[in-house]
């Protein structure tokens, strides 16, 4: 969600600052909030670890490569993407999952798969990639969506780390706007692990909320977007 209210609420006019900056804040706020879930114990070390390590190498390529693409053409394929993520999050919701889920021989390939999958992706659209990690985890292993969501955060912290890095090394990052949202995102961060614990008792509820939260931003990124294109 970062990259879109930097742009359109923000106010950034270059979409690859709002991606460089957006990409450091995610992840400071990540490693903080990786710490909030991991006390409250829905983190599952061993396999986030290895999605998260498969994903870095994916990120690092697609980062770069995201550094050549028009700005306005990313974010339409942003959030076209999002559309679709949240559409197979909805078409999932009632799914309780496994609970005692560890890293196994079945699912390590998966992992990696969808690992370096993600994290090209995230590089590419320059996102931390929570909403593309929290479905390919639950995708790859079964677990339900509050270990996904808590789990996220290792690959969110790696992958968010990989790219901003690369943008910063090419000068497309707001050092004092991003000090500004890591400081928003660490508040927002204790708020929203407290949430997700009260919603994951309900079955299929944050599934929902979180499928609709995605498809809503992504449908006025699209609209934006759209217009800034017939407007040129």
Known sequence: ?????????????????????????????????????????????????????????????????????????????????????????????????????????????????????SGALSGFFGIGGGFLVVPALILATGMPIKYAVGSSLMAVTAFGLTTSANYAASGLVDWPLAGLFIAGGLVGGLLGARSASALALRKGLLNTVFAAMIMAVAAYMLWRSLGAAMAG
């Open 1 to 117: 969600m970062a990259v879109p209210l930097l742009v359109y609420v923000v106010g950034v006019d270059d979409p690859h600052v709002a991606i460089g900056t957006s990409a450091v804040a995610v992840t400071i706020n990540a490693a903080a909030n990786l710490a909030s879930h991991a006390r409250s114990g829905s983190v599952k070390w061993p396999c986030g670890a290895v999605f998260a390590l498969s994903g870095v190498i994916g990120a690092f390529g697609g980062s770069s490569l995201g550094k050549l693409v028009d700005g306005q053409r990313l974010l339409a394929l942003f959030a076209a993407l999002m559309i679709m993520v949240g559409g197979l999050m909805l078409k999932s919701r009632h799914a309780e999952g496994l609970p005692e889920i560890r890293l196994s021989r079945e699912n390590l390939p998966k992992l990696v798969g969808l690992g370096l999958a």
